[in-house]
């Protein structure tokens, strides 16, 4: 990726975010709002948001820094707020998920609280604390709201049953269950993490969403995807501009199977990409370098709205 010059030093972006800000023309704007649109902790609406999910989505690193996004589940008030600054989460990582080995004391943590059905979500970064075998106490170090483009009107409904045998099935690239999964899918999450030499600037996870197939899977398996316009924060792009690792979560609604993709990106503008002609200014392309398919694991039931 070629160099982009950045801006001075901001508190609030790193530099891989202001260079991607600065190339898109966001960058002005948001060096004199951004202490204002990302807070240090939750405001009470965030706070009383969280309480009513019955999902989290995560993103943590493993111990080479891969990133990785996963699912945590629970009936709503799973989530609680004791105060501005923290967040209770009561629930045990899934079985199969990465996130037991990744979820650590003092480890960064990037969360997504997300409700379709009603075009909410809202992100925070942290550290986790309190680390205990049913649940973790996250500690806030950026709370923002995200703009709601690109959800599929689909509700989340926390069950306590779940089929008697799940099965986890790794693979070093996309298999043909994983290919089924990702062509089909309107929706996935994406964790990034400002690694190494910026490991300060922590874990993020976010959502991407599109019409069904709107990650086309190659001939070779890797996956390319339309960077649809959003807020012009750059986060996810901008830890990308710093390490291209990146963790995919795919959530089959269907069967309630979890496709965690862990993935080298590539960030093609226009000029290289093959979305130029219908006017998206950027798009992803995504090689897969690990599998891990979880069946029979998710206690959620959906429906569209």
């Known amino acids: 990726m070629p160099d982009i010059p950045t801006a001075d030093h901001d508190p ?8 991607l800000q600065t190339r898109a023309g966001s960058r002005e704007w948001l060096a004199q709002v951004g202490a204002r649109i990302m807070r240090n902790e939750m405001p009470e609406q965030h706070r ?63 969360l997504l609280g997300i409700a379709p059905h009603t075009r909410r979500r809202n992100r925070m970064n942290g550290t986790v604390h309190g680390l205990r075998p049913d649940g973790f106490t996250v500690e806030v170090g950026q709370s923002f709201g995200n703009c709601p483009k690109y959800m599929q009107p689909r509700e989340a409904r926390y069950v306590e049953s779940l089929p008697p045998s799940p099965r986890l099935v790794r693979a070093d690239r996309l298999d043909e269950a994983g290919r089924r999964i990702v062509a089909q899918a309107d929706t996935f999450f994406i964790a990034t993490a400002a690694s190494g030499a910026h490991a300060a600037g922590g874990v993020d996870v976010s959502h991407r969403g599109g019409a069904p197939g709107f990650v086309r899977v190659q001939p070779d398996g890797s996956l ?32 309630g199977a ?6 080298t990106a590539e960030l093609l503008w226009a000029d290289a990409a093959s979305f130029a002609a219908t006017g998206i200014e950027r798009a992803l392309h995504l090689r897969v370098r690990a599998q891990r398919l979880i069946e029979g694991a998710l206690p959620l039931q959906w429906r569209s709205v």
Request: proline share 9%.
């Open 12 to 19: 609030v972006f790193h530099a891989g975010e202001r260079a």
């Open 48 to 110: 009383a948001f969280f309480a009513e999910l019955p999902f989290l989505v995560v993103g943590t690193v493993d111990a080479a820094c891969q990133p990785w996004a996963s699912l945590l589940a629970g009936p709503p008030g799973f989530l609680r707020s004791p105060d501005a600054r923290h967040l209770d989460v009561a629930a045990a990582p899934l079985w199969g998920d990465v996130l037991h080995d990744t979820l650590a004391q003092g480890a960064p943590i990037g």
């Open 224 to 255: 390319l995807v339309p960077d649809y316009p959003g807020n012009q924060f750059f986060n996810t792009l901008g830890n990308l501009h710093l390490d291209p690792r990146a963790g995919l979560l795919f959530v089959d609604v269907e069967t």
């Open 258 to 263: 979890l496709l965690q993709l862990a993935v």
